[in-house]
């Protein structure tokens, strides 16, 4: 998830929204009965966590029909793409006007894999426990993805007045090769190319105790670029050690790679990020914050900085090791192995002298090190957008002392597809969550509170409300 900053920065913090004018978009609305919306919105967010697409191999064409049924139910016009064995593209519209170009909501209907033995409940039970829905893809992101159909369908039977066309888009793919983006902007880019904006998922909004809540709108993301070591070698009878085998020489080179420390960069809109929330901090880190480039002299205050995952992966490159591969019998030596690295570089990096820099880490000719797919150059979107706007006057209704605020995110989202269109997108989810919930996702219990489903449906209701009503 997506986490600090990028674009021209806007800090929000007041005690109360600032007095306006009601606007059509307000009285709308506020005419609306939101409690059965509402309740109808965690039902069916059970019913769609109980949609096994774990990927691979996705199986998303079962989520399509999910959906598929909701819209027609609702009179919203849509067409479900197949595009391979079990895996398909859903795409609805609500016509505009045509006075403004097109908002689209994206969201991927394929979640990670769940080891159930690691869960409190059956991680595809959609089981309320405690006030929150346990489910895979409860927060990455079949609760967003619910929410922008429950906006579609509220659209249509409110007869929400819009300015511009209303698009909701689901996706295969995402969490391993984005193929279902990838065969919509191949086959049919005439659905989203006129379109003006773009929200899916990278946002991260943030409770953040005795400090107040952050709201992080993703504008940038910093790119993956996957790597694999293989490590060949002497194979042999595991009775009789060979110093140099292949697993010894992998073991020996990742050792050097996992304790590189990479040169820290701060980039332009990064020191203006912790200018920004220097506000929360107590001293004496908010005026390190606030003097951050002068500020990272201090070895002991970088090293304070590396040692907090918030901030780390904002001020330089990071590998973590996340595959490793040997031999499949533990009396065998095998003769080669491999591990594989996920790499995430700023924005400004160069993935050819990363990789060159890599190497020399590695410092064994007889281990490849070689890139894993096609590396995607990094993409931004402005702040000063209608959009942006929205978001900030919406979060404040409802929240009148939260940070707003441009994120970086760490991982990688489908915007950086999408602009290339020339769509403004933003990662921006409608829902606040402790650290401590939002580390539940890709992890076992990964869990949504009830009452901020609730409360999203509403809040992402607004905000395409603003932009939309004519």
């Known amino acids: 998830m997506k986490k ?186 005439e659905l989203v190319r006129d379109a003006e904006y773009l929200i899916t998922e990278g946002g991260s909004n943030l409770i953040l105790p005795g400090q107040g809540t952050v709201y992080g709108i993703g504008v940038a993301e910093k790119v993956p670029f996957w790597i694999r070591l293989t490590a060949h070698g002497r194979g042999g009878h595991g009775s009789i050690p060979i110093a140099d085998s292949a697993t010894v020489r992998l073991v020996r080179a990742l050792g050097r790679v996992v304790d590189w420390n990479q040169p820290v960069r701060l980039l332009p809109t990064v020191e203006e990020y912790f200018h920004a929330v220097a506000r929360l901090q107590p001293e004496p880190r908010a005026s390190q914050y606030r003097t951050i480039r002068s500020a990272l002299d201090n070895p002991d205050f970088v090293k304070s900085l590396m040692d907090d995952e918030n901030f780390a992966y904002l001020l330089h490159d990071t590998v973590s090791l996340t595959v490793l591969q040997g031999g499949p019998q533990t009396n065998v030596i095998p003769d080669a192995a491999s591990a594989e690295l996920d790499v995430r570089l700023l924005p400004g990096s160069d993935p050819e002298e990363f990789l060159r820099a890599l190497r020399k880490v590695v410092a064994d000719d007889q281990i490849a090190v070689e890139p894993l797919g096609r590396y995607r150059r990094p993409n931004a979107s402005s702040t000063d957008t209608a959009l942006y706007r929205a978001i900030e006057q919406v979060v404040h209704r409802y929240n009148a002392l939260a940070l707003v605020t441009p994120t970086l995110n760490s991982g990688y989202t489908e915007c950086q597809m999408y602009r290339t269109l020339g769509l403004t997108c933003y990662g921006f989810a409608p829902i606040e969550l402790t650290p401590q919930l939002e580390a539940t996702e890709h992890a076992p219990n990964e869990r949504v509170p009830v009452e901020q489903v609730r409360r999203g449906v509403r809040v992402l209701y607004e905000v395409v409300a603003e932009l939309t009503s004519r």
């Open 4 to 189: 600090a900053l990028l674009g021209t920065f806007s800090l929000l913090i007041s005690c109360a929204v600032a007095t306006r004018g009601q606007t059509s978009a307000d009285e709308h609305t506020q005419r609306i009965a939101w409690e059965p919306y509402q309740d109808r919105a965690v039902r069916l967010l059970q019913e769609y966590l109980r949609i096994d697409t774990s990927n691979p191999p996705g199986n998303e064409l079962k989520a399509a029909e999910f959906f598929l049924r909701l819209f027609d139910e609702a009179g919203v016009p849509n067409t479900v793409y197949p595009y391979a064995p079990g895996r398909a593209d859903i795409y609805a519209v609500l016509k505009g006007d045509g006075s403004q170009r097109p908002l689209v909501l994206l969201n991927h209907m394929d979640v990670v894999q769940a080891t159930p033995s690691s869960w409190r409940v059956p991680p595809f039970s959609g089981e309320i426990l405690d006030g929150e829905i346990y489910g895979r893809g409860s927060l990455d992101m079949k609760d967003e993805g619910l929410m922008q159909a429950m906006v579609m369908m509220i659209a249509a039977q409110q007869h929400l007045s819009l300015n511009r066309d209303l698009i909701f888009l689901a996706t295969s793919d995402e969490e391993v090769g984005d193929t279902g983006s990838a065969w919509i902007l191949e086959h049919h880019p």
